[in-house]
């Protein structure tokens, strides 16, 4: 099957298998390697993408199903050397350890913060409740959210 998927702002095209997962078609086709897979089983959130403007976990989407749509990846974030708000906002506040659950945070970030710009820490957490980190005990993640919103960051 023949798809076009517009990739952080770059029509994208391939001839993929019918079965093809969006996060395989982004990691093998188009050679973006940020969204990582971690479960295969929508549990872990590694792989979370912007579909449209949504935040999707894309080890559940098929590629077929994005075709003719946008996607963003934790690549397309920034603007240049840039960073975006959330990416500096995770580097400021430590909001990682190792590193693998932090491209799928960021993007569930960037789709919380449509959503809510100004979330309480709680809001924050509940909003990442589908995204696993084994390293953090997520406070500095919170807190990322929190920085990345324009709030004072105060625990």
């Known amino acids: ?15 993929v298998p019918d079965r093809t997962l969006l996060v395989h078609y982004l990691r093998d086709t188009v050679e973006l390697t ?4 971690g479960c295969d089983t929508t549990s872990c959130g590694a792989c979370t993408v912007l ?28 603007t240049g050397e840039e960073l975006h708000p959330v990416q ?6 430590h909001g990682l350890q190792c590193g ?9 970030t960037v789709s919380l913060l449509k959503e809510n710009p100004k979330p309480t820490r709680q809001e924050a957490r509940a909003a990442l409740e589908g995204n696993l980190c084994r ?6 993640i919170v807190s ?5 919103s324009g709030q004072e960051v105060t625990e």
């Open 144 to 148: 990322a959210v929190i920085e990345a």
């Open 100 to 108: 693998f659950c932090t491209p799928g945070m960021m993007m569930a």
């Open 88 to 93: 500096r906002a995770f580097r400021e506040q």
């Open 34 to 37: 940020g969204t990582n897979i």
């Open 51 to 78: 579909l449209d403007g949504e935040s999707v976990k894309s080890c559940t989407v098929l590629a077929a199903q994005a075709d003719g749509h946008e996607v963003t990846t934790v690549e397309g974030l920034a």
């Open 1 to 15: 099957m023949r798809v076009s998927i517009e990739v952080n702002g770059k029509t994208t095209a391939g001839e």
């Open 135 to 140: 390293c953090t005990g997520y406070h500095n």
